[in-house]
């Protein structure tokens, strides 16, 4: 191993700008050498599904070039250079042909999109959007178009849903769930949500999967496993994300949800580290922004003066539909308790209590959404 050599972090999305700017704050000058599959363009990746409500074309959603950011951050940046696979051993990350040494080494590298296997011959015409680039592709296709048909009802579903119907597009979406959001919202909270999606226009198709997918000339036409057809120009496919694990895995990092890391987001392996949506953090697979703030400030501080632990307060989701403002805390996975209910039209505020009446989670829709802030007072921290 190599004593001169750099911290290379891997991936540029907000996972990887964070570290690298935490870093700066503290440490002027220690050698950052940074590999991205992608341009290197700093963008904000919850913007992709406010463009319309924003008035922002692609272009417009991205805040810094690769040049800027080599400028602002002095670091090396390669661009356009995928990694391939990890020599921990040797300390050296495999470019292809080419081997670069690291002294430490961040994986930053994120989360692929989940993409369903669907018989037809319309697949140019489905798009997934995880970064800037697909995000591009995208408003560009829908140039001069006007119907979008969306795949999964998620939190993704339903903030594209939202964005393009405030575009004056034409939205229909299909989900196997009976709710929207399952598994982050009660039934209640996502009801509300769906009468403020259908307010703008929204078709819901719940209970059904999209089983073929035909190029029809200018378009596609769907067909829904409960004999329903569609006809639409584009399609997105916003179907789940899976924390990218395998050229971890294949360098013998443990892997589970995600590349395993401690609180202080070290690998299973020496001088390797893991943050943001590859990784799965002290058992916690939390795929948004405000984990991997905290993650940032922490492994900065490892890696450039004392080994520090994250500690995750509570961190509620908020969701971009507009049209029912919504924000939510989960309770964990294995809490016992019930919800909470108080509804009024789209105004909807659900608590989960535990048997002695502690809030372990919650969620609030419409005019309830503003409290917020004060129930998150009131849910325990992820890491307590
Ligand atoms: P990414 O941004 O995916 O970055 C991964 C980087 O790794 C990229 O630069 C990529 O090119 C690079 N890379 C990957 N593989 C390789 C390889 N083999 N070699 C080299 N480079 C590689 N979260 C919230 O908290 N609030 C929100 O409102 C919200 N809205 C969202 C809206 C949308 C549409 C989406 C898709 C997500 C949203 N999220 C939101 C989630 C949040 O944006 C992500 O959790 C976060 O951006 C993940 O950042 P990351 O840096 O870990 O991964």
């Known amino acids: 191993m190599n004593a001169d050599a750099p911290i290379v972090i891997v991936g540029t999305g907000l996972s990887g700008y964070s570290l690298a700017k935490e870093i700066r704050k503290q440490d002027k000058d220690t050698p950052i050498v940074m590999v991205t599959a992608d341009d290197g363009y700093s963008y904000s990746k919850p913007m992709l599904s406010t463009g319309f409500t924003k008035g922002k074309e692609a ?30 051993d040797a300390h050296e990350l495999v470019l292809g042909d080419e081997r670069l040494p690291y002294g430490k080494l961040v ?33 560009k296709a829908l140039k001069g178009k006007k119907r979008v048909a969306i795949m999964g009802a998620g939190l993704i579903g339903c903030e594209f ?67 329903e057809e569609l006809d639409s120009d584009l399609v997105i496919s916003a179907v789940g994300l899976r924390p990218r694990t395998e050229l971890a895995a294949a360098a013998s990092l443990e892997t589970r949800r995600g590349i395993v890391v401690n609180r202080a987001l070290e690998t299973s392996m020496p001088d390797v580290y893991a943050l943001g949506d590859c990784a799965e953090v002290d058992g916690h697979v ?56 108080d509804a009024d039209g789209q105004d909807v505020r659900a608590l989960f209590r535990s048997e002695s009446g502690e ?20 849910v325990p921290p992820i890491h307590g």
Not at 59 to 88: C, F, K, W, Y
Not at 203 to 212: M, Q, S, Y
Not at 359 to 378: D, H, R
């Open 359 to 378: 809030v372990l989670g919650f969620a609030v829709t419409g005019a309830y959404a503003m409290e917020k802030q004060a129930l998150s007072k009131e």
């Open 286 to 341: 939390l795929l948004y922004v405000l984990p991997l703030m905290a993650c940032s400030r922490a492994l900065a501080k490892t890696l450039v003066s004392e080994r520090t632990e994250v500690k995750y307060g509570t961190m509620p989701v908020m969701v971009k539909t507009p049209c029912c403002p919504t924000a939510v805390c989960p309770p964990p996975a294995n809490a016992s308790g019930t919800w909470e209910v």
């Open 59 to 88: 272009d417009e959603l991205a805040q810094a070039s690769s040049d800027t950011m080599v400028e602002q951050l002095n670091l090396q940046l390669r661009t356009h250079t995928t990694v391939t696979g990890i020599d921990p």
């Open 161 to 227: 849903a939202n964005d393009l119907r405030n575009g004056d597009v034409d939205v229909d979406v299909i989900a196997p769930s009976d709710a929207l959001m399952p598994g982050l919202l009660p039934p209640a909270a996502a009801d509300a949500v769906r009468d403020g999606l259908e307010g703008l226009g929204v078709r819901f198709h719940l209970e059904t999967v999209v089983e073929h997918i035909a190029n029809n000339g200018d378009g596609v036409r769907l067909t829904l496993s409960n004999g």
């Open 107 to 139: 994986l930053a590298w994120g989360a692929d999109v989940i993409r369903l296997s669907i018989a037809g011959d319309g697949h140019e015409r489905v798009f997934s959007i995880n970064d800037l680039m697909d995000y591009r592709a995208f408003r």
